[in-house]
């Protein structure tokens, strides 16, 4: 039974528009128990227009739907429910100019297409069973200028092996900060460049990238290290081994294709935070 207690809100002052050619709001969230809803709404109380209503039921179908003029519109839905009871999972809603684009887990479900002008927006809360961990959002043209506190965020299709690297130039001869090179029915390996010669080398076995299949890979920058969630789930953490402040460069290659790669500036939020605010409707969280 969904019990309709507040969970998060976030507030777009300017209307979602503001932040649109192309926009992504990303979320983390764990120990889902029964439903949950999101809606992105005109305003905070349940008379304000809701522009879309997604809502997976546990076993069942996702429901999404719109709220308009007091009274509910045509129900949309899909059978394909990634959502299991107690695991954890990433999803993100790209709002494009057709509608709201649905993502678990890194594949795509779903497009809501536009019932309400995105210009009504103003807001986004998620209520019932389950807990945000992490949320962020970002537009196509955001230009990243610190790295902490940010998300790389990564959809690839049809990887077939491939090494991503962070480096603090363009050049082989710069450092790498941190090399990632999956390899196809093996371990996952790890290491850093610096002065001329790799490090010590890091490998985990737990190895989720198969050959032909599309992923969503995230790379939270922590203090202490690079953290990456592949699939939905948290898989390893690289600790820094050279200044954050040297890294600017970024690059891909390896028999793989990108659907997108974005920065995400995220909000950290503890059970803690949560259960401290969860009764109050018009808590401001930090907006873009």
Known sequence: MLTGKLVFIWLFP?????ILRFALTYIMMSQLQCRFRINFKS?????HETAFHFNPRMGSKVVMNSFSTGKWETEESFSDNPFKKGEDFD?????KSEGYQVHVNGK??????HRIPLEKVKMLNINGDVVVNLFGQYACDLHIQSTHGYINHIVKKKSDGYPHTILTGPTDKHDTAF??????????VMNSF???KWGAEESVSDNPFKKGEAFEMFFVIKSEGYQLRIKGEQHSMFKHRIP?????TINIYGNVSISFLGFVTVSDISP???SKYTEDTHIKMPSL
């Open 14 to 18: 300017a209307g979602i528009v503001h």
């Open 43 to 47: 305003g905070p109380t349940d008379k």
């Open 91 to 95: 999803m993100f809603f790209v709002v």
């Open 108 to 113: 795509e479900l779903y497009t809501f297409k």
């Open 179 to 188: 090399h990632f090179n999956p390899r196809m029915d093996r371990k996952v």
């Open 194 to 196: 610096r002065n001329g």
């Open 244 to 248: 954050l402040e040297k890294v600017t």
């Open 272 to 274: 803690l935070f949560l």
